[in-house]
């Protein structure tokens, strides 16, 4: 049986244990979400570890994080597009990139609605909301509902699951 995202999160806000968030995961239409297994691109753990440099891995594959800090795209300020370090699949706009503080490139929405998927992350004794690329399931972070306006999310990205694409002409 599958259990869609819409059903796991309804059960999750039903019980109290999503926050605030949960509405806008409920009602929203700013991420869609695929589970595991049913995204466009399928490769075996074996043919991603030959495709990805082992750190990139580590996150894209193994939901590792980066540390704060350790990425050059957090200070990217160029106008781009930052696409998945995995797939190519195009995620956010240089337009929607802020500065957080937090030490990982933060952006306050995706590229499109079909852009990245998100799903219920439990581990580490906390409940976030993991956030992936829609075409390849690659694991990019987290979104959380402290952002700036007009969105109030803060898409919290490891700098390693992106490349950098500069606009035409903005070398
Ligand atoms: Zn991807």
Request: charged share 20%; proline share 5%; hydrophobic share 40%.
């Amino acid at each position: 049986m599958t259990v869609t995202r819409r059903q796991a999160v309804g059960v999750l806000a039903a019980a109290g244990v999503l926050g605030p968030l949960s509405l806008w995961l409920v009602s929203g239409d700013a991420a869609t979400s695929s589970l595991e297994g049913a995204f466009p691109i399928q490769k075996t753990d074996a043919e991603w570890r030959t495709v990805l440099a082992s750190d990139r891995y580590r996150i894209l594959r193994g939901h590792s994080t980066e540390r704060a800090f350790s990425s050059p795209l957090n200070a990217e300020k160029r106008a781009g597009i930052f696409v998945c370090a995995a797939c190519g699949q195009q995620l956010f706009s240089s337009e929607t990139k802020f500065e957080s503080g937090t030490g990982w490139p933060s952006f306050w929405q995706p590229l499109g609605d079909d852009a990245v998927g998100t799903q219920i992350d439990r581990s580490w004794l906390m409940v976030r909301t993991e956030v992936h690329c829609a075409r390849c399931g690659g694991h990019l972070g987290h979104v959380f509902s402290d952002g700036p306006e007009p969105t109030g999310l803060r898409y919290c990205i490891n700098g390693l699951a992106l490349d950098f694409v500069t606009a035409p002409g903005n070398i």
